[in-house]
């Protein structure tokens, strides 16, 4: 594993210019368009240029899953809407990849890019390669999430574009060590190819509220209980309605949850609260926009992710960051940041019996609540800040290889579960 330092050395790098392919940017709601988001705003600290070229679904099953429509306006950098048309029709992702690369050769000929970085292995990712094999460019890869998870097991086409970006990157980014065994041994590739460089999270705008008495409920008699995110089986979602029904046999006291976000399992969600006989305790938000989410950290008692993986948890960070304990899972991208009982609880992914005892402790113990929250906001505010995790991926820009442009992909297999579902990868 190769650790990426940029401690010490002058950041300013006035005149750089980077083109930066991503999949998910707001409106589109995902954790990675807050990691996007947030490292551009971080990248224009230092005075680089940014040209960002975001991906987007604006067809109505796109917006429903997810959000969506052409990418938001970021102060100083440039943004171009790149819409996902093959996707929707019929999963044809290498319509989109080669959309990508129009865009990026078209804005490098009015001003050149001193580089390209891909946020997702793929599509982004394999687009990234392309654009640096036809421009001479170094290139840098994010694998997030999702494409680490589920890329490269669907079928041979999608497996050899992993190992082409695993392999071919100039720098390949994962945010966790487990996240990158996970990828190494789904991919085959050496794992000395990753540069680990975790999560981060905006403590500016996460925060506890003032003053912070960690551990109090803002209700004794009615802890508030908090899933946000993508609403989705993969994150846990259902099983969390099932525990939180189980939960309130538990327990005298009155717990409510709030779900808090869209997804692929919106539907299933609302279908299991109402078979649990739970509508009056369980809020399902919808929708939050992202200027609205630290208020909803804030209004919580306990943070609940019961996760199945992760590249590395966002919304987990962002807990931990506005001063509330975290429940999860041990999984993938978790076990990275939270240890049980130090800075948060743990439970296998799909135990549900356990899932609803580790709410009963949470909601019913003060002191373990308040050690919790008070040991994982000091950690994540000297760890996981973007002033310091920024610095970090400047670093990696600095010291790019020329392009590797010695790779190539196979056939795309028209049977790949993801031709007929895409927006599940």
Same mark, same amino acid.
């Given at each position: 594993?190769?650790?990426?330092?940029?401690?010490?050395?002058?950041?300013?790098?006035?005149?750089?210019?980077?083109?930066?392919?991503?999949?998910?940017?707001? #409106?589109?709601?995902?954790?990675?368009?807050?990691?996007?988001?947030?490292?551009?705003?971080?990248?224009?600290?230092? /005075?680089?240029?940014?040209?960002?070229?975001?991906?987007?679904?604006?067809?109505? %099953?796109?917006?429903?899953? @997810?959000?969506?429509?052409?990418?938001?306006?970021?102060?100083?950098?440039?943004?171009?809407?790149?819409?996902?048309?093959?996707?929707?029709?019929? /999963?044809?992702?290498?319509?989109?990849?080669?959309?990508?690369?129009?865009?990026?050769?078209?804005?490098?000929?009015?001003?050149?890019?001193?580089?390209?970085? &891909?946020?997702?292995? +793929?599509? #982004?990712?394999?687009?990234?390669?392309?654009?640096?094999?036809?421009?001479?460019?170094?290139?840098?890869?994010?694998? %997030?999430?999702?494409?680490?998870?589920?890329?490269?097991?669907?079928?041979?086409?999608?497996?050899? &574009?992993?190992?082409?970006?695993?392999?071919?990157?100039?720098?390949?980014?994962?945010?966790?060590?487990?996240?990158?065994?996970?990828?190494?041994?789904?991919?085959?590739?050496?794992?000395?190819?990753?540069?680990?460089?975790?999560?981060?999270?905006?403590?500016?705008?996460?925060?506890?509220?003032?003053?912070?008495?960690?551990?109090?409920?803002?209700? !004794?008699?009615?802890?508030?209980?908090?899933?946000?995110?993508?609403?989705?089986?993969?994150?846990?979602? $259902?099983? $969390?309605?099932?525990?939180?029904?189980?939960?309130?046999?538990?327990?005298?006291?009155?717990?409510?949850?709030?779900?808090?976000?869209?997804?692929?399992?919106?539907?299933?969600?609302?279908?299991?609260?109402?078979?649990? /006989?739970?509508?009056?305790?369980?809020?399902?938000?919808? @929708?939050?926009?992202?200027?609205?989410?630290?208020?909803?950290?804030?209004?919580?008692?306990?943070?609940?992710?019961?996760? +199945? &993986?992760?590249?590395?948890?966002?919304?987990?960070?962002? !807990?931990?960051?506005? /001063?509330?304990?975290?429940?999860?899972?041990?999984?993938?991208?978790?076990?990275?940041?939270?240890?049980?009982?130090?800075?948060?609880?743990?439970?296998? #992914?799909?135990?549900?019996?356990?899932?609803?005892?580790?709410?009963?402790?949470?909601?019913?113990?003060?002191?373990?609540?308040?050690?919790?929250?008070?040991?994982?906001?000091?950690?994540?505010?000297?760890?996981?800040?973007?002033?310091?995790?920024?610095?970090?991926?400047?670093?990696?820009?600095?010291?790019? #290889?020329?392009?590797?442009?010695?790779?190539?992909?196979? %056939?795309?297999?028209?049977?790949?579960? +993801?031709?007929?579902?895409?927006?599940?990868?």
């Amino acid at each position: 594993m190769v650790a990426a330092s940029g401690e010490g050395r002058d950041l300013a790098m006035k005149n750089l210019r980077v083109l930066f392919y991503s999949r998910r940017f707001f #409106p589109t709601i995902s954790g990675m368009s807050v990691y996007a988001l947030n490292l551009l705003r971080e990248l224009c600290k230092h /005075g680089i240029e940014v040209t960002l070229v975001a991906q987007y679904r604006g067809d109505a %099953q796109g917006r429903a899953v @997810y959000g969506g429509g052409p990418p938001i306006a970021v102060p100083g950098v440039t943004v171009i809407g790149a819409e996902s048309v093959g996707e929707v029709v019929g /999963g044809d992702f290498e319509r989109d990849i080669e959309t990508l690369v129009r865009i990026g050769v078209r804005e490098h000929a009015r001003r050149p890019f001193d580089l390209v970085h &891909a946020q997702y292995g +793929y599509p #982004p990712g394999l687009a990234a390669l392309e654009t640096s094999r036809k421009l001479g460019i170094p290139n840098v890869v994010s694998i %997030q999430g999702g494409d680490g998870h589920w890329v490269g097991s669907c079928c041979a086409h999608h497996r050899s &574009a992993m190992r082409a970006v695993l392999d071919h990157a100039g720098a390949v980014l994962i945010g966790s060590p487990s996240f990158a065994a996970e990828v190494s041994e789904h991919n085959g590739t050496a794992p000395e190819r990753f540069t680990f460089i975790p999560g981060a999270v905006d403590t500016e705008r996460f925060r506890p509220e003032a003053p912070f008495h960690a551990g109090e409920l803002r209700n !004794a008699a009615r802890p508030e209980l908090l899933f946000h995110g993508r609403v989705d089986a993969r994150k846990g979602a $259902l099983d $969390l309605i099932d525990a939180f029904a189980k939960l309130r046999g538990m327990t005298a006291l009155a717990p409510r949850l709030t779900v808090s976000g869209i997804g692929p399992d919106s539907e299933a969600v609302a279908a299991r609260v109402r078979e649990r /006989g739970l509508e009056s305790h369980v809020r399902l938000t919808g @929708y939050v926009a992202y200027e609205e989410v630290p208020r909803v950290y804030r209004s919580a008692d306990v943070f609940v992710s019961p996760t +199945y &993986a992760e590249g590395f948890s966002n919304t987990i960070l962002e !807990a931990m960051a506005s /001063g509330i304990p975290v429940l999860s899972t041990r999984a993938v991208g978790v076990v990275d940041c939270i240890r049980h009982e130090d800075n948060g609880l743990l439970v296998e #992914p799909r135990d549900v019996d356990a899932l609803a005892s580790s709410m009963l402790r949470l909601v019913e113990d003060a002191a373990l609540r308040a050690r919790l929250a008070t040991t994982a906001h000091d950690e994540v505010t000297r760890i996981y800040a973007w002033h310091e995790v920024g610095r970090r991926i400047i670093d990696v820009y600095r010291s790019l #290889p020329a392009p590797d442009d010695d790779w190539s992909v196979v %056939q795309p297999d028209p049977a790949c579960r +993801y031709r007929s579902a895409p927006h599940l990868l």
